[in-house]
């Protein structure tokens, strides 16, 4: 594919304006927004897309013009179809949809119904044909028509798995993921879904679930089972990590496993060999950032594995890597490209 990847974003919210920010400061090259569908007014969306409590201010030009959302120069059509089958989105190769509501198969494929080639699911869901994550089975989103990109933790679990169990074997294990609070969880007490996810987000640590857990064994079905998950929702805004306990069959020492995860550095998994905290790490476009202080092996093999991961902006440059690939254009979005 030699013309630029071609993107529609249906829901406006925190990954889609992620999605848009790295498209728009050139962060993902051989990629082009073309369209953008969200069922809030289109001035307060256009307002959360110059304005993040996050990640600061655009740090371009962004204006709404009449119904298109102006980003550095260029027009994006700004529609607000609250069923985007009514859309004419032919020409675009992938539909990222990031409503969160495409767990049915009706919803999910209203984006191929417009005209669109492809689309993606910013998240889990059943109504997909493959659930992927970019470094443990992407190549089962080649195929698929619809696409899950699995979750934020599982893009920061998975590929950690896979290497880690191809260098020296996972018996089994646990992670738990140390996440910030979403919009999933209310600003008071409010009754919301579970018990525990009822409770005000930015005033306790709240133990959890989380869906990595059962996605890890979807994506690399060899581990099905034997690794286990559970989440800690804590009182931070952004970035989230995982606190991963393997006992390995190789049971190298605490040396030998830094230097095998080190060496695997590059887009997908960091590595900082100082002591930072959370806040540190906003921004960051891997899926996961380990960090050598806190990685130890006990006697007998049993390991701990802590790696740091930017939930939104991570996830995002994720997103649009899978939507490259699943266009045909693997290396589209990569950094240096």
């Known amino acids: 594919m030699t013309r630029p990847v071609r993107l529609a974003i249906n829901g406006f919210g925190r990954i889609g304006r992620s999605v848009l920010r790295l498209v728009a400061t050139g962060r993902a090259p051989g990629v082009e927004v073309v369209a953008l569908n969200d069922i809030a007014d289109a001035q307060t969306c256009a307002y959360l897309f110059r304005h993040d409590s996050v990640f600061g201010a655009f740090p371009g030009e962004a204006r709404l013009e009449g119904r298109a959302l102006v980003v550095e120069g260029r027009a994006i059509p700004f529609t607000d179809a609250s069923d985007i089958s009514a859309l004419d989105l032919s020409g675009v190769d ?31 869901s059943a109504a997909a044909e493959a659930t ?85 064994g979807v994506v690399l079905p060899d581990l099905a089972d034997r690794v286990t998950a559970r989440a800690v929702r804590v009182p931070t805004a952004s970035v989230s990590a995982v606190d991963l306990m393997v006992s390995l069959r190789a049971a190298p020492t605490t040396d030998e496993l830094r230097a095998t995860l080190r060496s695997a550095r590059g887009r997908l998994i960091g590595w900082e060999d100082e002591p930072l905290v959370s806040s540190d790490l906003r921004g960051r476009p891997e899926s996961v950032i380990l960090q050598a202080p806190e990685i130890t092996v006990a006697k007998g093999g049993l390991a701990r594995i802590f790696g740091w991961y930017d939930n939104e902006w991570g996830f995002s440059n994720r997103l649009i890597e899978m939507a490259c690939l699943m266009a045909g254009a693997p290396h589209a979005a990569e950094p240096g490209r």
């Open 94 to 124: 992938v539909v990222l949809e990031c409503t969160g509501r495409a767990e049915r198969r009706e919803v999910a494929e209203r984006g191929l119904r417009a005209g669109a080639g492809r689309v993606l699911i910013s998240g889990p």
């Open 132 to 216: 992927s994550v970019i470094g443990a089975n992407e190549e089962q989103a080649q195929a698929a028509r619809i696409v899950s990109n699995a979750s934020c933790t599982t893009n920061a679990l998975a590929p950690l798995l896979k290497l880690v169990d191809a260098a020296f074997g996972v018996e089994s294990g646990h992670m738990t993921t140390i996440h910030c609070y979403t919009g999933s969880q209310p600003t008071v007490d409010t009754p919301r879904g579970p018990l525990e996810r009822s409770r005000a987000a930015a005033l306790s640590m709240v133990p959890t679930s989380t869906s990595a857990g059962r996605l890890v």
